[in-house]
């Protein structure tokens, strides 16, 4: 058995709890308000076993709401970042589920906002994809999200169109280009299109004069 000697609150909703045996444990207000936790209290070891998980799963989803609050993530961007912040894997795992049953986590939608965040910075499908693996985000959830990815078409043509410049851009410039648009995540036959559409506008440009 030990005896809780102090109580002290350390901000809104944290407390530091002195034990007579020296041990201090930091906690959170609902634990302290669920467990009627006061200076003088006797807890027998099963109680103190249970005192210790208790704070570590909710100091744990304290850490996670700050966390969320600073931007959004995935479920595994956030269980990855528990664990990197010292947290238990199953505290960060609890937590995570915790918050997506509060619909403050929804990968749906994280994934949505990848893409349309993705997609205005010039990026094709191919590297969207990459960017939704490497945040984590399920397979499932990637073509319902590739749904709103709006018509590439302009956005291809205007990247190409800053690459070539020139009306009759050489075989080394095509290739330069179409690697850099390669990188960004288009298809082959979507950059093919797009030199077509190009060399097109060029000769109707020069027709015209």
């Given at each position: 058995?030990v005896?809780?000697?102090?109580?002290?609150?350390?901000?809104?909703e944290?407390?530091?709890?002195?034990f007579?045996?020296?041990?201090?444990?930091?906690?959170t207000?609902n634990?302290?308000t669920d467990q009627?936790l006061?200076?003088?209290?006797?807890l027998?070891?099963e109680?103190m076993?249970?005192?210790r998980?208790a704070?570590s799963?909710?100091?744990?989803?304290?850490r996670?709401?700050?966390?969320?609050?600073?931007?959004a993530?995935?479920?595994?961007?956030?269980t990855?970042?528990l664990?990197?912040?010292?947290?238990?894997?199953?505290?960060?795992?609890?937590?995570?589920?915790?918050?997506?049953e509060?619909?403050?986590?929804?990968?749906?939608?994280?994934a949505?906002?990848?893409?349309?965040?993705?997609?205005?910075?010039?990026?094709?499908?191919g590297?969207?994809?990459?960017?939704?693996?490497?945040?984590?985000?399920s397979?499932e959830?990637?073509?319902?999200?590739?749904?709103?990815?709006p018509e590439?078409d302009?956005q291809?043509?205007?990247?190409l169109?800053?690459?070539?410049?020139g009306?009759?851009p050489d075989?080394?410039?095509?290739?330069?280009?179409?690697?850099?648009?390669?990188r960004?995540?288009?298809?082959w036959e979507?950059?093919?299109?797009a030199?077509q559409?190009?060399?097109?506008?060029?000769?109707?440009?020069n027709?015209?004069l």
């Amino acid at each position: 058995m030990v005896i809780l000697t102090e109580l002290k609150q350390t901000g809104p909703e944290t407390f530091l709890a002195r034990f007579d045996n020296g041990e201090e444990l930091k906690t959170t207000l609902n634990v302290v308000t669920d467990q009627v936790l006061f200076a003088g209290k006797h807890l027998e070891d099963e109680e103190m076993e249970a005192l210790r998980g208790a704070s570590s799963r909710s100091r744990c989803k304290q850490r996670a709401l700050r966390i969320i609050g600073a931007r959004a993530m995935s479920v595994k961007e956030l269980t990855d970042r528990l664990k990197e912040k010292g947290e238990r894997p199953e505290d960060a795992e609890e937590a995570a589920q915790w918050l997506l049953e509060m619909h403050l986590l929804d990968d749906q939608q994280y994934a949505e906002m990848c893409v349309r965040h993705y997609a205005a910075k010039g990026y094709g499908p191919g590297r969207i994809r990459s960017e939704l693996y490497r945040r984590g985000i399920s397979k499932e959830l990637w073509e319902d999200a590739l749904d709103s990815l709006p018509e590439q078409d302009d956005q291809i043509d205007r990247l190409l169109r800053r690459k070539l410049r020139g009306e009759h851009p050489d075989k080394n410039e095509l290739r330069k280009a179409s690697d850099f648009l390669y990188r960004r995540g288009f298809q082959w036959e979507e950059i093919r299109a797009a030199i077509q559409r190009y060399q097109e506008e060029m000769e109707d440009s020069n027709d015209g004069l």
